[in-house]
């Protein structure tokens, strides 16, 4: 019997742990289901006086962990829930914001109001109507709404020096969902306001940058963003397979530089077109750039490839808009330094494609020595490029045939015909300059288009 009564005991035992296992499993499954796929917190800070106000819109239902009172019908008991309210406020929000007065971390605020409010109330258009509702009288005891669709207002208090200090804002909110949007305003004491819109945890913003702290922040912004271009890497591998000499090389990166440096800040001080149509139509072009360059790689003759400095001039308007949009989401951190982040952002884009130069070039030339012919390795790599580009161009194609193509215009003409004219503006100052340093000496060494070396290198 001693036996028998183990083996039962082993077996009650087992079914408990397998019974504690899906028990844990769907508890996690339920628990990964609770997190909100997107919220969108908004918040407004004010500096006045000694004294810094933050008030805070953000939904229950991304406050996890904490117990809200409900009634029997699963409403929230909107008496009872004051306790609630302030615990989620300190823990999901206060704990999770460092505020920051020039580089001093304020100390922990002290919590003035809360309440809880219908997602219907429209208050957060002005600092003046979100702190008058947040201070207002609560919620009626008997209003009906479930936690998943109601909203939390608090009112938190910063002691600070001066409201005329430069302050910086850490918030750290990406765990109150999968995807969090903080939609930040900065309002000073003259009525002067500043929009913020933070994706996630987006690290130290600094609200009120100096011109070097926001130019230092756009320089390492250009520079990743070049790198973590694809599309725009492609196309100077593109570039660079026929030219691996300094001064043919050096004529066509200018070009290009010129090019996407104009439309770069055209577009960023909303000179572009401002439809929906146009970020698919230049990611478009911008494959079909590549796709040319890379057949013209295979196919082109030697003279056409030394006149690509004007090719590369005409393309670079295009990716000048493609930098643009990365551009455009980040103007917010330039403070009062629109013009130096322009500069500074177009500065890191160029030291990005330096450091891609100096490393293509000399793989190319260890490939094309050691590896493969010259003809051969070019024409291989060049395939490969065209085959993505072909893929990236009907792919986005497809996308840009989905909008409504634009009506033509007076007006739209005349936009048009101005960038064309820009462009031969350009071209023609670039034309003049090589024309006037590389034309060749009195001593007859030749120019460009008569450089024996780079006639050799076309013909291997």
């Given at each position: 019997?001693?036996?028998?009564?183990?083996?039962?005991?082993?077996?009650?035992?087992?079914?408990?742990?397998?019974?504690?296992l899906?028990?844990?499993?769907?508890?996690?499954?339920?628990?990964?289901?609770?997190?909100?796929?997107?919220?969108?917190?908004?918040?407004?800070?004010?500096?006045?006086?000694?004294?810094?106000?933050?008030?805070?819109?953000?939904?229950?239902?991304?406050?996890?962990?904490?117990?809200?009172?409900?009634?029997?019908?699963?409403?929230?008991?909107?008496?009872?829930?004051?306790?609630?309210?302030r615990?989620?406020?300190?823990?999901?929000i206060?704990d999770?914001?460092?505020?920051?007065?020039?580089?001093?971390?304020?100390?922990?605020?002290?919590?003035?109001?809360?309440?809880?409010?219908?997602?219907?109330?429209?208050?957060?258009?002005?600092?003046?109507s979100a702190?008058?509702?947040v201070?207002?009288?609560?919620?009626?005891?008997?209003?009906?709404?479930?936690?998943?669709?109601?909203?939390?207002?608090?009112?938190?208090?910063?002691?600070?020096?001066?409201d005329?200090?430069?302050?910086?804002?850490?918030?750290?909110?990406?765990?109150?969902?999968?995807r969090?949007?903080?939609?930040?305003?900065?309002?000073?004491?003259?009525?002067?306001?500043?929009?913020?819109?933070?994706?996630?945890?987006?690290?130290?913003?600094?609200?009120?940058?100096?011109?070097?702290?926001?130019?230092?922040?756009?320089?390492?912004?250009?520079?990743?963003?070049?790198?973590d271009?694809?599309?725009?890497?492609?196309?100077?591998?593109?570039l660079?397979?026929?030219?691996?000499?300094?001064?043919?090389?050096?004529?066509?990166?200018?070009?290009?530089?010129?090019?996407?440096?104009?439309?770069?800040a055209?577009?960023?001080?909303e000179?572009?077109?401002?439809?929906?149509?146009?970020?698919?139509?230049?990611?478009?072009?911008i494959?079909?750039?590549?796709?040319?360059?890379?057949?013209?790689?295979?196919?082109?003759?030697?003279?056409?490839?030394?006149?690509?400095?004007?090719?590369?001039?005409?393309?670079?308007?295009?990716?000048?808009?493609?930098?643009?949009?990365?551009?455009?989401?980040?103007?917010q951190?330039?403070?009062?330094?629109?013009?130096?982040?322009?500069?500074?952002?177009?500065?890191?884009?160029?030291?990005?494609?330096?450091v891609?130069?100096?490393?293509?070039?000399?793989?190319?030339?260890?490939?094309?020595?050691?590896?493969?012919a010259?003809?051969?390795?070019?024409?291989?790599?060049?395939?490969?490029?065209?085959?993505?580009?072909?893929?990236?161009?009907?792919?986005?194609?497809?996308?840009?045939?989905?909008?409504e193509?634009?009506?033509?215009?007076?007006?739209g003409?005349?936009?048009?015909?101005?960038?064309?004219?820009?462009?031969?503006?350009?071209?023609?100052?670039?034309?003049l300059?090589?024309?006037?340093?590389?034309?060749?000496?009195?001593?007859?060494?030749?120019?460009?288009?008569?450089?024996?070396?780079?006639?050799?290198?076309?013909?291997?």
């Amino acid at each position: 019997m001693g036996r028998e009564y183990t083996l039962r005991e082993m077996l009650f035992r087992l079914r408990v742990a397998l019974a504690s296992l899906v028990v844990l499993a769907l508890a996690a499954t339920a628990s990964a289901h609770d997190i909100p796929s997107d919220v969108t917190i908004h918040a407004f800070l004010k500096p006045d006086g000694k004294r810094l106000e933050l008030i805070v819109r953000a939904p229950i239902a991304a406050m996890r962990d904490i117990v809200f009172p409900t009634r029997d019908d699963n409403t929230l008991d909107i008496a009872r829930a004051d306790g609630a309210v302030r615990q989620a406020a300190l823990l999901w929000i206060a704990d999770a914001i460092a505020l920051y007065e020039g580089d001093r971390r304020l100390e922990a605020p002290r919590l003035r109001a809360s309440r809880i409010s219908l997602p219907s109330e429209r208050v957060y258009v002005s600092h003046a109507s979100a702190r008058a509702h947040v201070t207002a009288a609560p919620l009626p005891p008997d209003t009906r709404i479930v936690p998943a669709q109601a909203m939390m207002d608090v009112l938190f208090e910063y002691d600070i020096e001066s409201d005329r200090a430069d302050f910086s804002i850490d918030p750290r909110l990406a765990r109150l969902g999968v995807r969090v949007t903080t939609v930040l305003r900065l309002v000073r004491t003259s009525g002067a306001e500043r929009a913020f819109e933070l994706a996630g945890d987006p690290g130290l913003v600094r609200l009120d940058p100096r011109w070097h702290q926001a130019a230092w922040r756009f320089v390492a912004l250009g520079f990743v963003h070049i790198l973590d271009g694809t599309d725009h890497l492609l196309f100077l591998l593109c570039l660079v397979i026929p030219f691996r000499r300094l001064r043919p090389l050096l004529l066509v990166v200018t070009a290009f530089t010129i090019a996407h440096s104009v439309t770069l800040a055209a577009s960023a001080l909303e000179l572009a077109p401002d439809t929906l149509w146009f970020p698919p139509l230049v990611e478009t072009l911008i494959a079909a750039s590549i796709l040319y360059m890379a057949l013209e790689n295979i196919v082109g003759s030697p003279q056409l490839r030394r006149r690509r400095w004007a090719i590369a001039l005409g393309f670079g308007l295009v990716h000048g808009f493609g930098f643009s949009f990365a551009l455009r989401e980040t103007l917010q951190f330039a403070g009062a330094h629109l013009m130096t982040s322009l500069v500074a952002f177009n500065v890191g884009v160029e030291i990005g494609q330096v450091v891609v130069l100096l490393l293509l070039v000399p793989a190319l030339g260890l490939l094309f020595r050691f590896v493969v012919a010259e003809r051969i390795g070019t024409i291989v790599l060049s395939a490969i490029v065209a085959h993505t580009a072909w893929h990236w161009t009907a792919e986005r194609w497809e996308t840009l045939s989905k909008y409504e193509w634009p009506t033509v215009t007076a007006a739209g003409l005349a936009s048009v015909l101005g960038w064309v004219l820009a462009a031969l503006v350009m071209a023609a100052a670039i034309w003049l300059a090589r024309t006037i340093s590389w034309l060749p000496s009195l001593d007859g060494s030749p120019s460009l288009d008569g450089n024996p070396s780079l006639d050799r290198s076309h013909e291997r």
